[in-house]
Nanobody, 124 residues
Framework: QVQLVESGGGLVQAGDSLRLSCAAS????????MAWFRQAPGKEREFVAATSGSGGSTSYTDSVKGRFTISRDNAKNTVYLQMNSLKPEDAAVYYCAAASMGLVTRRLTDFHSWGQGTQVTVSS
């Protein structure tokens, strides 16, 4: 089992940037697709971005394309989410997740390990 710990959340103004980090331990993540999901109050958890095990393939939900970038450093066992031009609707708890496969996926049921989440708040 992989343990995941997110960090980097906070309170920012609309238009600002944040960089989230997800540090993994217990197992190397280089074989696993990794993703970021988010959940706003009263809403279901939704997919944000994913990267394949090698990092060669990525996928984004439409609302963050061109603003968010997912990346990974397998040597550091860490995944990142660079978030630029933040909007109030991006506010949520952001979760890092590890899939049970190496190919990029956005299906929530493909992810077997989850972090505790980090809060992102965006003021208008």
């Amino acid at each position: 089992q992989v343990q995941l710990v997110e960090s980097g959340g906070g309170l920012v103004q609309a238009g600002d940037s944040l960089r989230l980090s997800c540090a993994a331990s217990g197992r190397a993540i280089s074989f696993y697709a990794m993703a970021w999901f988010r959940q706003a109050p009263g809403k279901e958890r939704e997919f944000v971005a994913a990267t394949s095990g090698s990092g060669g393939s990525t996928s984004y939900t439409d609302s963050v394309k061109g603003r968010f970038t997912i990346s990974r450093d397998n040597a550091k066992n860490t995944v990142y989410l660079q978030m630029n031009s933040l909007k109030p609707e991006d506010a949520a708890v952001y979760y890092c997740a590890a899939a049970s496969m190496g190919l990029v996926t956005r299906r929530l049921t493909d992810f077997h390990s989850w972090g505790q989440g980090t809060q992102v708040t965006v003021s208008s």
